[in-house]
């Protein structure tokens, strides 16, 4: 006769082990929820996500070698920016919109958590070279007159000037001092992981789960959601297997945290969560 959840030496982890395989798999996610709080199941999953997110990264080496970066147009960057990154808050309709910043030669899309800044010359587009022009030393954008785009309701994108100003988004992230910066590195093979473990803490209803990286002061953590965006984003603009570097201005009260490319490529702002009781987090320190 087949041993029950109900008997498992260590029920808790073999439900997680199950629902880390099948997220459908309501047998298991209901016996957590019915014999555990949210307090009990986040101390819980923390200590199973060690182990898992070691083994994430022995299975998927082999999709490393599989894997090619494949390069939309710019039309499907914009509206990949719109769908994934714009703000959708309507009180904000300047953070509704993708903004094309004519003086520092970037594409910026944010919605106050996450805040893309891509330079023109080096969009992760396969028409730049229909799309960016250069003469006389400088880059800017043809065929688009204004300022900031957006979709209308047939799904075309719209190019028009932003009635509102703008954030000042330059002022957010900091100049970079390679000798003034902690860092962080996260191999990109831990996403598949974590983004099962922030699948599972939105199903047993865990409310907010916590990231702590290295290079954080300690009162500050990255929410496990956000994270996951970060990787996802990156990975889909820029190749899925490149090391990601996490960095921290010492000199910044807030701490926030940003990728670095060394071309200079791409800034990508993940603001940090604060708290006395993020005492239980992932420790990514692998």
């Given at each position: 006769m087949e041993t029950t959840i109900l008997t498992e030496i260590n029920p808790i982890s073999e439900c997680f082990s199950k629902l880390s395989k099948n997220l459908s798999d309501r047998r298991s996610l209901d016996y957590l929820l019915e014999n555990y709080d949210e307090d009990e199941l986040k101390t819980e999953l923390i200590k199973f996500s060690k182990d898992f997110l070691t083994s994430t990264l022995d299975n998927e080496?082999?999709?490393?070698?599989?894997?090619?970066?494949?390069?939309?147009t710019f039309d499907e960057l914009v509206k990949y920016l719109l769908k994934n990154i714009c703000s959708k808050d309507q009180l904000r309709p300047a953070m509704n919109t993708v903004y094309y910043?004519?003086?520092?030669?970037?594409?910026?899309a944010t919605d106050a958590h996450i805040l893309a800044a891509m330079s023109l010359k080096n969009l992760p587009i396969s028409d730049i070279n229909e799309n960016i022009t250069s003469f006389a030393g400088d880059?800017?954008?043809?065929?688009?007159?204004?300022?900031?785009?957006?979709?209308?309701?047939?799904?075309?994108?719209?190019?028009?000037?932003l009635n509102d100003k703008y954030p000042k988004y330059k002022d957010i992230l900091p100049e970079l001092n390679y000798f003034d910066y902690s860092y962080f590195s996260i191999n990109p093979l831990l996403f598949n992981g974590l983004k099962t473990l922030n699948k599972m803490a939105k199903k047993l209803r865990i409310k907010r789960m916590a990231v702590k990286l290295e290079c954080l002061e300690n009162k500050s953590y990255l929410g496990l959601s956000n994270l996951v965006r970060y990787i996802e984003l990156h990975q889909k603009l820029y190749g899925n297997y490149s090391y990601i570097h996490f960095t921290r201005n010492s000199n910044s009260e807030s701490s926030m945290l940003y990728n670095i490319d060394l071309l200079d490529q791409f800034r990508l702002l993940i603001m940090p969560v604060y708290g006395h009781d993020l005492n239980e987090c992932f420790d990514l320190n692998l």
């Amino acid at each position: 006769m087949e041993t029950t959840i109900l008997t498992e030496i260590n029920p808790i982890s073999e439900c997680f082990s199950k629902l880390s395989k099948n997220l459908s798999d309501r047998r298991s996610l209901d016996y957590l929820l019915e014999n555990y709080d949210e307090d009990e199941l986040k101390t819980e999953l923390i200590k199973f996500s060690k182990d898992f997110l070691t083994s994430t990264l022995d299975n998927e080496i082999e999709l490393q070698k599989r894997y090619k970066r494949k390069l939309g147009t710019f039309d499907e960057l914009v509206k990949y920016l719109l769908k994934n990154i714009c703000s959708k808050d309507q009180l904000r309709p300047a953070m509704n919109t993708v903004y094309y910043d004519k003086e520092q030669k970037n594409i910026v899309a944010t919605d106050a958590h996450i805040l893309a800044a891509m330079s023109l010359k080096n969009l992760p587009i396969s028409d730049i070279n229909e799309n960016i022009t250069s003469f006389a030393g400088d880059v800017f954008l043809s065929h688009y007159a204004f300022d900031s785009f957006k979709i209308d309701k047939y799904g075309d994108i719209l190019n028009e000037n932003l009635n509102d100003k703008y954030p000042k988004y330059k002022d957010i992230l900091p100049e970079l001092n390679y000798f003034d910066y902690s860092y962080f590195s996260i191999n990109p093979l831990l996403f598949n992981g974590l983004k099962t473990l922030n699948k599972m803490a939105k199903k047993l209803r865990i409310k907010r789960m916590a990231v702590k990286l290295e290079c954080l002061e300690n009162k500050s953590y990255l929410g496990l959601s956000n994270l996951v965006r970060y990787i996802e984003l990156h990975q889909k603009l820029y190749g899925n297997y490149s090391y990601i570097h996490f960095t921290r201005n010492s000199n910044s009260e807030s701490s926030m945290l940003y990728n670095i490319d060394l071309l200079d490529q791409f800034r990508l702002l993940i603001m940090p969560v604060y708290g006395h009781d993020l005492n239980e987090c992932f420790d990514l320190n692998l």
